[in-house]
């Protein structure tokens, strides 16, 4: 089979997801914002204590570039920067919450 021909069986829906959400953290990000009401930069950093500063902020922006996720800067010293599901992130939160559910039920409990 040729490339072009490849190119034309994949389903550009999910390419498209998994372009976008494909970031190591960013599902886990969304979580944390829809359903433990972690909003600001440092909870999310202390939630994923395994992720760097720069790591996280680079998850942050591509999801606000990509219309999920709202940055609010407060322009306060020290500075003060919450971040909100947009509406777009809001229609996700079923997807979010349905996976959650069947890792929860299918996958092995560590």
């Known amino acids: 089979m040729r490339k072009t021909e490849t190119a034309i069986l994949r389903c550009k829906t999910m390419s498209t997801l998994q372009k976008i959400l494909g970031g190591k953290w960013k599902l886990e990000i969304l979580y944390y914002i829809a359903f433990c009401d972690i909003?600001?930069?440092?909870?999310?950093?202390?939630q994923l204590c395994e992720i760097t500063e720069s790591s996280l902020t680079k998850q942050l922006r591509e999801l606000e570039a990509d219309g999920f996720l709202i940055r609010h800067d407060f322009r306060e010293i020290p500075p003060r920067v919450e971040y909100q599901l947009s509406d777009l992130g809001k229609s996700f939160m079923d997807v979010i919450d349905y996976m959650k559910k069947w890792g929860d039920k299918n996958l092995p409990k560590e």
């Open 39 to 46: 909003h600001r930069f440092g909870a999310l950093r202390r």
